[in-house]
């Protein structure tokens, strides 16, 4: 039967409402020697409970929390912020990219094949004891404009337990058009396009750039929208430009929005633009702009509803 699997378990899919589909709700980077993306999000939960609360506020329904292993993915946490913040949340699973592989997980000894199983197992059976139960794959992402070889064993072994489960896949592809090198993988490996999210388009203002994947049948996601830091806050106006152009191309089926909350400081409590953002913000920009309501429902209820489905 055709579902979204949240972290409490299935629901219709009509269930699912206006979502943010690629978010956290804590995450750590700081861990890692060297690292420009040296922050995290707290875990302080009454914190987040209460940013949580503007984004159900101004009518959110659902959010996808893509921090994964070694970055922090907790499963009994987001159960806990699922129950107490009336959401539902869709938890992902994969590995993000290689500075963040956690030690254990060995992605350079084992096959491609057996990372498939793993993340299968995941999907089917839940995350260890807690049997909490993975809704997506991702973020998958790459450290450079590039997928490495290690990166490439992670994509194809995604893939492969994307085709078995039935799962989306979302990737992390910032600042270039690595973009289309994970489509291409995921292509390579018969996993469908229009079954795959590539994040973080509007670090990478290029319109032929997406063209390319949306004539291939795969989706863009704008999920910088609000962040606090000069680049994406100038960028705004430009985003705003080419998703209007985008929309005028009859793309609206291939665009989501969300905002990547990552860090302390993009938190309403320390001064940034909270959840809500997209909602409160955002998206009055855009019907300023000529965008739609029924274009603006389809990229933020109908096309995040339609890739959680499963079955």
């Not at 009509?14 to 980077?29: C, K, M, V, W, Y």
């Not at 539902?88 to 254990?104: D, K, L, Q, S």
Request: charged share 25%.
């Amino acid at each position: 039967m055709a579902h979204v699997q949240t972290v409490l378990g299935p629901i219709e899919p009509d269930s699912l409402g206006f979502t943010l589909p690629h978010e956290h709700t804590q995450i750590a980077l700081w861990h890692i020697q060297d690292r420009w993306d040296y922050w995290q999000l707290t875990r302080d939960e009454p914190v987040i409970l209460e940013e949580l609360a503007r984004f159900r506020a101004v009518g959110g329904s659902g959010l996808v929390d893509l921090t994964l292993p070694g970055v922090g993915r907790d499963p009994v946490w987001l159960r806990g912020v699922a129950a107490a913040s009336g959401l539902h949340i869709v938890m992902g699973c994969g590995w993000y990219r290689t500075a963040y592989y956690p030690p254990e997980a060995r992605i350079d000894r084992r096959s491609t094949d057996d990372l498939a199983d793993e993340l299968v197992a995941e999907i089917e059976g839940g995350v260890g004891e807690t049997e909490v139960r993975p809704g997506i794959i991702g973020e998958i992402g790459t450290d450079k404009p590039w997928v490495s070889p290690a990166e490439e064993r992670v994509h194809r072994a995604v893939a492969r337990a994307a085709r078995r489960t039935g799962l989306a896949i979302s990737t992390h592809a910032v600042l270039s058009d690595v973009g289309l090198a994970q489509l291409r993988i995921f292509e390579e490996e018969g996993h469908d396009p229009g079954r795959v999210v590539i994040g973080h388009a509007d670090s990478y203002p290029v319109l032929d750039h997406y063209l390319a994947i949306v004539e291939r049948g795969a989706c863009l996601e704008f999920d910088f929208i609000g962040m606090p830091w000069e680049r994406e806050r100038t960028g705004e106006v430009r985003t705003i430009e080419l998703l209007c152009e985008l929309l005028s191309r009859g793309h609206a089926d291939r665009i989501l929005l969300s905002q990547d909350v990552c860090n302390d400081s993009q938190l309403v409590r320390y001064g940034g633009n909270g959840y809500a953002y997209l909602a409160d913000a955002f998206l009055p920009r855009l019907r300023a702009a000529g965008v739609s309501d029924s274009e603006i429902e389809t990229m933020t209820v109908a096309n995040p509803r339609r890739l959680l489905t499963i079955g």
